[in-house]
């Protein structure tokens, strides 16, 4: 079966820095696009950053634009977000999912209904 497990996330003050990472199994992972989505209380989930397969292309909302860097370690099945300089509105659950392909071009928002897999999504919560 497959699962996507994140990991990383805790409580910073604004400023500072964090690295969520995920991990998937069960599946081929560099056939996968894999994205990064986060969701606030009473807002919307947005979709923060995505990577190719082969990680030449990436996606990020322009909310983290500059200060969040995804990547990708495919012999290791897994998918890394940097985030540098957080302020308090990144605070969200954030969730790693999978999807085989895009409706969406990469420099426009990633559809949810395009990713397959879904991990439990781990705490983020910045202090002012």
């Known amino acids: 079966q497959v699962q996507v497990v994140e990991s990383g996330g805790g409580l910073v003050q604004a400023g500072g820095s964090l690295t969520l990472s995920c991990t998937a199994s069960?599946?081929?992972?560099?056939?996968?696009?894999m994205g990064w989505f986060r969701q606030a209380p009473g807002k919307e989930r947005e979709g923060v950053s995505c990577?190719?397969?082969?990680?030449?292309?990436?996606y990020y909302a322009d909310s983290v634009k500059g200060r969040f860097t995804i990547s990708r370690d495919n012999r290791k099945n897994t998918v890394y977000l940097q985030m540098n300089s957080l302020k308090p509105e990144d605070t969200a659950m954030y969730y790693c999912?999978?999807?085989?392909?895009?409706?969406?071009?990469?420099?426009?928002?990633?559809?949810?209904?395009?990713?397959?897999?879904w991990g439990q999504g781990t705490q983020v919560t910045v202090s002012s």
């Open positions: 999912a999978a999807a085989l392909a895009l409706t969406t071009d990469w420099g426009t928002p990633p559809a949810s209904d395009d990713f397959h897999y």
């Open positions: 990577i190719s397969w082969s990680g030449r292309n990436t």
């Open positions: 069960g599946l081929t992972f560099d056939d996968y696009i």
